[in-house]
């Protein structure tokens, strides 16, 4: 083999690595955080303000058993009239994002059933007013 056939080998070579290099780039999936993370920045100061609102307050706890997730809204909040929302948000893959609203019975417990979410790890964002006042909670949940 002469040093101009092993010349074309190795440009023939990276000329295939540089192509499969391509058509890999081009099959990766980039998830932005939000679809709408502009709007959501500048609301950015209520996430602050419900999250010193909630410190305020007894703790949101979050537990599972069986097939059920329970959040237990603060105790100072049972009965009151409340609404809100919860996000159950996946870093890894947005279509395993859920968004509920709050349906709290009157000692301030909502259940979500386990089928609807994915088994990997989520952000739960719990966002919830009560009157005028802003509450903003955000925990991890591994349901893994």
């Known amino acids: 083999m002469t040093w101009g056939n092993k010349l074309v080998f190795v440009f023939i070579a990276f000329a295939a690595l540089m192509g499969t290099l391509v058509y890999k780039c081009m099959q990766q999936n980039f998830e932005l955080v939000s679809k709408d993370y502009y709007n959501e920045e500048l ?82 964002k719990i966002s919830w007013q009560v009157g005028n006042e802003q509450y903003y909670n955000e925990q991890s949940v591994d349901l893994k």
């Open 43 to 124: 609301r950015y100061q209520d996430k602050i303000d419900g999250t010193n609102n909630a410190n305020k307050l007894s703790n949101v706890k979050v537990d599972y058993s069986g097939d059920e997730l329970h959040i237990h809204l603060p105790k100072e909040l049972n009965g009151l009239a409340l609404t809100g929302d919860a996000l159950f948000y996946c870093a890894t893959n947005s279509k395993f994002d859920r968004k509920l609203p709050l349906q709290v019975n009157d000692e301030g417990l909502m259940n979500v059933g386990l089928r609807i979410l994915a088994k990997t790890n989520y952000i739960l």
